[in-house]
Nanobody, 121 residues
Framework: QVRVVESGGGLVQPGGSLRLSCAAS????????MAWYRQAPGNERELIAS???????GYTDSMKGRFTISRDNARNTIYLQMNSLQPEDTAVYYC???????????????WGQGTQVTVSS
């Protein structure tokens, strides 16, 4: 069974920074692209950034500049460095991992449970 677990959320003041982590674990043949999403109350879930196993990254245009995604393949972990946070960044941040369970399987996406980020003074 694959588990995807986010951590690092919390309360931060406007202008502050946070670093989120997401670790994938379990029996996997391969772990490919991983990505960060967020969902604010009343809004749809939106993509922030993605990163491949070879560290190729992609960002939603509105997220460029303040958010940086990175990856540690040895730990099956990705990170999201968030700077200059504003109240509108308040949301649940989710991680998603593309996993191949065994050599005969197709890739499947797994979601984490999310971590709350609240930006408030």
């Amino acid at each position: 069974q694959v588990r995807v677990v986010e951590s690092g959320g919390g309360l931060v003041q406007p202008g502050g920074s946070l670093r989120l982590s997401c670790a994938a674990s379990g029996t996997m043949f391969s772990l490919d692209t991983m990505a960060w999403y967020r969902q604010a109350p009343g809004n749809e879930r939106e993509l922030i950034a993605s990163i491949t196993r070879s560290n190729s990254t992609g960002y939603t245009d509105s997220m460029k500049g303040r958010f940086t995604i990175s990856r540690d393949n040895a730990r099956n972990t990705i990170y999201l460095q968030m700077n200059s946070l504003q109240p509108e960044d308040t949301a649940v941040y989710y991680c998603r991992a593309r996993v191949v369970l065994d050599v005969d399987s197709i890739a499947e996406w797994y979601w984490g449970q999310g971590t709350q980020v609240t930006v408030s003074s």
